[in-house]
């Protein structure tokens, strides 16, 4: 399956990555601002959540999906922290 493909390399590669990382990854410079940060993340969130998975997904998507939704999730509270 397509998404199952596109979600394996995005996994792969995010799971390697930094915070800052993450968010280039996604097009973001090497100093993001928070707001910058908070609408990426909206953006990847509407895509990727967990719930959004298709009722037949493989136990590996979902563990994969997971697994890169959580690792977003941190570097987002990380970064979108302006303090």
């Known amino acids: 399956d397509e998404h199952a493909g596109r979600l394996k390399t995005m996994h792969a590669e995010i799971m390697k990555m930094n915070p800052v990382e993450i968010f280039k990854y996604f097009g973001l ?13 909206k953006e990847f969130a509407k895509s990727h959540h967990p719930d ?9 998507v979902k563990n994969m999906n997971h697994d890169l939704f959580a690792r977003v999730t941190s570097a987002y509270e990380i970064l979108s922290n302006e303090d």
């Open 29 to 41: 410079g090497d100093n993001p601002k928070p707001t910058d940060v908070i609408r990426i993340y």
């Open 52 to 60: 959004t998975l298709p009722k037949g997904a493989s136990a590996d």
